[in-house]
């Protein structure tokens, strides 16, 4: 069975600074990998997935992943934040024949101005 | 617009009301799905239904009554609830174009039981 791990439940950043959300995960089959975002009272937004193309996903917002099959993980990376990116991010998995998701239990980011 | 659409975006209800929450979406998706989300704790999964039919229930209290009238409309029927049930509901939808889609989730339904 998939599972999904978020490294830290809380990360605070600068504006300006890089931004690293990171998700680790397990699957016995080739996974489709993906990157929520939910801002206050929102739903769940897609930021971007990888499904076995390149191993560098670019997203919505400035954000990227890169998938590393030899870590197990595809962590959530931004050059420099914006205070509009304080949100909680959700990393997501599913094996290669089901549609059914995987949620870890988010990252909350703050950005200090 | 996410395209998928939840009424209402908030609800004040007693513990003996009974109220529904109601999901729709229109992008031909053939899977849906009921998550509470309450604060400090992760996405739950309640249940998954398939062509209108259900296929996961994730030992769900029975206050909590899904309906899947057609692939379009998705309801939670509440009942006799709990403070404790009081969190954001979400909806989210799937379809079979093929596993790496992801799913379209709504806006939530932001639920306070008093």
């Known amino acids: 069975a998939q599972s999904v791990t978020q490294l830290g439940s809380h990360v605070s950043v600068s504006e300006g600074a890089l931004v690293l959300l990171r998700c680790n995960y397990s699957?016995?089959?080739?996974?489709?990998l993906f990157w929520y975002v939910q801002y206050p009272n929102q739903g769940l937004q897609l930021l971007l997935k990888?499904?076995?193309?390149?191993?560098l996903v670019k997203g919505i917002n400035g954000f990227e992943a890169e998938f590393k099959k030899s870590e197990t993980s595809f962590h959530l990376t931004k050059p420099s934040a914006h205070m509009s990116d304080a949100a909680e991010y959700f990393c997501a998995v599913s094996d290669g024949g089901s549609e059914k998701l995987v949620f870890g239990k988010g990252t909350k980011l703050t950005v200090n101005p | 617009e996410t395209g998928v659409t939840q009424t209402p975006r908030h609800l004040v209800m007693g513990m003996t009301n009974k109220k529904s929450l109601k999901c729709e979406q229109h992008?031909?998706?053939?899977?849906m799905y009921w998550y509470k989300q309450s604060a400090k704790k992760p996405l739950e999964l309640m249940f998954v239904?398939?062509?209108?039919?259900?296929?996961e229930n994730n030992s769900v209290p029975s206050r909590f009554s899904p309906e899947c009238p057609n692939s379009s409309h998705l309801f939670l029927h509440l009942h006799t609830l709990q403070p404790e049930d009081s969190a954001l509901y979400l909806c989210?939808?799937?379809?079979?174009?093929?596993?790496?889609?992801?799913?379209?989730f709504g806006s939530g339904t932001r639920l306070t039981v008093v």
């Open positions: 239904y398939n062509f209108k039919e259900q296929t």
């Open positions: 992008l031909g998706h053939n899977a």
């Open positions: 990888y499904t076995s193309a390149a191993t």
């Open positions: 989210a939808s799937s379809g079979r174009q093929g596993a790496g889609y992801g799913y379209t």
């Open positions: 699957s016995s089959v080739p996974p489709y």
